[in-house]
């Protein structure tokens, strides 16, 4: 997607709807309106009544806010997406797309035909490979979110996820003005934003670096050689960023550095909806919104210096139940961060930074704090000094997600998956002024074609006439000409009758060419294995297991005949020399098993003849070739 000039950030919370208009001039980036508004759901209301509900209530915050701009970035719910991070070596982007899309087979849970893929790499200049990150969801789940989407009378511009929209704001903010100057100067100049490299299969596209000019590199090389080396003590600091909303919480972990990237990304589904429960059975009030408003005024985690007598409105009864809900937040937390420190590049988190409307909850971050003993901040402003102008009366915390899918709709965005089905995107992306001028020329070549319509009749009936006269003169010609194509066709028929039944002769020839154009260069069939039933066994060695899979694959796409598709299996590491590879030490030797549907192989080995027949054979000499003579039988 070709970055915008505006755009908007639409977070569709199951409670509230949340949008951030953005805009990027020469200015810098700017923050043209903020609003949100509660959609009167609760947990139990039916997926209808939720869609209908969340609908009316995002027109009204464009309504209210006076929101001029009709292109919005929406977000997938995070515990809807699978997401995989692997490291791979640095190679070609071709190369690349294809390791990533056998990667993803190896990984993703549920039938990959079933699935839209999205991948974004992240360079590791030092170590000489990238870090992918591997994101996916089902159709059906996409199907499901754009129904609600095309209810909201907006143009879909995006599909992004909700967790890393919050790692996208919270990196923005994390910025210096330095950085982000440079980033509009640089927007400005291209007229969009700078948007990362990302890919995916099936549509999808994939890239590491753009190419640049000799000198150019060498200037960056420099460049980037001096900051590194006044930066080579500095450590990095890790942070999780922890959006809680009503029905789900996103954890996302980075260090911050100069390339910032998510290495570990969750969501569950224990958050706000949770506490309010919690109250509703505690309290015995009527309904779960009473329950909600008790929530939001009158309720207070209990930290260690909680003193009922600090307010008296805070409702005790409500104070206590949501303290308790609270601590299977924090249990979800403490096991995330404990698996990440597990990892082979995990690592303590140094700090945790709170947003989400649950983090608005009195004593929320204190809580956290002081259950996980690591220093818990809740985003409360824009840092200062960072050209960035936000609404004072619009809480800062609770619109991040918001935030984050304007950013990315404006090129600003540091992870920007997209998985807006692939027909929306070809809306999107079609150039309408093109339409217009062919639509112009084809009413053009309309009306002066009506003009000419009568002169080119005229020509018709004259050139019709004469060869009327042509054919009759012709006929006893056309007639000799029927009878020779008619004699024709009568032998053509033999001819197809009879290599009907002398059988299927040339398919296996053609098999085997078809095996022997689709086999990599690198791969060396041992032996074809052909069954009476139509089951073919194809034995291989090759120099990596890549090949293997590739040929298989290729297998698979070309012989378009097959009832059940190639099985690559078997795969072994052996000496070269067994197989005849001697110059290579170690070789990987595999089997590919196919059946080949109603193809039967009709060979079989000639019985060994007797004495009598030996002498017919060999002659005077008596000489007889003891190898099987193979005969086809029709």
Not at 199 to 223: A, C, D, R
Not at 551 to 569: G, S
Request: hydrophobic share 35%; with cysteine.
């Amino acid at each position: 997607m070709a970055p915008l000039k505006k755009c908007l950030g639409v977070d569709l919370g199951s409670n509230t709807v949340k949008v951030v208009e953005l805009a990027i001039d020469r200015k810098g980036v700017r923050v043209l309106a903020a609003g949100s508004e509660e959609t009167g759901c609760d947990p139990s209301t039916p997926m209808d009544e939720r869609k209908t509900a969340v609908s009316k209530a995002l027109k009204s915050v464009i309504r209210k806010n006076k929101m001029s701009s009709k292109h919005a970035i929406f977000a997938l719910p995070g515990q809807k997406v699978f997401i995989r991070r692997f490291r791979l070596p640095e190679t070609t982007p071709e190369r690349l797309e294809r390791i990533i899309a056998f990667e993803a087979r190896q990984q993703i849970p549920f039938p990959i035909e079933k699935t839209d893929l999205q991948w974004q790499t992240f360079r590791l200049p030092d170590e000489g490979e990238v870090e992918v990150l591997l994101v996916a969801v089902r159709h059906d789940e996409v199907r499901e979110y754009m129904s609600l989407v095309n209810k909201c009378g907006l143009k879909p511009m995006a599909l992004s996820v909700s967790s890393f929209c919050l790692f996208n704001s919270q990196t923005f903010l994390s910025r210096s003005a330095e950085e982000i100057e440079k980033m509009v100067d640089s927007s400005s100049a291209r007229g969009g934003g700078d948007q990362q490299p990302t890919g995916g299969i099936g549509g999808l596209l994939g890239s590491l670096t753009k190419k640049k000019k000799p000198q150019e590199s060498v200037n960056e090389q420099e460049t980037q050689d001096e900051s590194e080396g006044e930066d080579s003590f500095m450590m990095e600091e890790v942070r999780g960023f922890v959006n809680i909303g009503a029905s789900a919480m996103d954890l996302i972990i980075a260090p911050q550095g100069k390339n910032p990237a998510p290495k570990f990304s969750r969501s569950v589904p224990t958050a706000g909806n949770e506490v309010t429960r919690a109250i509703l059975k505690a309290t015995e009030v009527g309904s779960f919104a009473d329950a909600e408003r008790i929530k939001k005024h009158q309720t207070r985690l209990m930290t260690f210096d909680f003193e009922y007598e600090e307010d008296p409105n805070l409702n005790t009864t409500a104070c206590s139940a949501a303290t308790q809900a609270v601590d299977r937040i924090v249990s979800e937390l403490r096991r995330s961060l404990d698996f990440f420190i597990t990892q082979p590049d995990g690592m303590a988190v140094d700090s945790i930074v709170l947003s989400g409307g649950q983090a608005l909850i009195s004593g929320m971050a204190g809580y956290i704090e002081e259950k996980l003993t690591i220093p818990v901040a809740l985003t409360e402003s824009v840092p200062e000094g960072l050209p960035l102008v936000w609404p004072d009366d619009s809480p800062l915390a609770d619109y991040m997600v918001a935030l984050g899918l304007a950013l990315q709709g404006v090129g600003f965005g540091t992870v920007s998956v997209d998985f807006l089905p692939e027909d929306r995107k070809i809306t999107r992306d079609f150039p309408y002024k093109v339409v217009g001028i062919l639509g112009a020329l084809l009413v053009g070549s309309i009306y002066f074609s009506s003009n000419a319509g009568d002169h080119y009749a005229q020509v018709y009936r004259n050139a019709a006439g004469s060869l009327g006269s042509k054919t009759r003169q012709n006929k006893p010609r056309l007639e000799a000409q029927s009878r020779v194509q008619a004699r024709h066709d009568e032998i053509a028929g033999n001819y197809d009758a009879l290599r009907e039944s002398m059988g299927q002769r040339e398919y296996w020839p053609e098999f085997l060419a078809t095996v022997s154009e689709q086999k990599p260069a690198d791969v060396l069939v041992l032996s074809i294995l052909g069954n009476h039933d139509g089951f073919v066994r194809i034995r291989g060695a090759c120099e990596s297991q890549r090949s293997a899979a590739d040929f298989n694959t290729a297998l698979r796409d070309e012989i378009e005949e097959l009832d059940q598709a190639p099985e690559l299996k078997d795969i072994r590491e052996v000496p070269g020399q067994t197989v005849g590879m001697s110059d290579l030490p170690r070789v990987f030797t595999f089997v590919i098993e196919l059946k080949t549907g109603d193809k039967y192989n009709r060979m079989e080995v000639t019985p060994t003849p007797g004495p009598e027949q030996q002498r017919q054979m060999g002659g005077a000499s008596g000489f007889f070739d003891p190898r099987a003579r193979i005969r086809e039988r029709f």
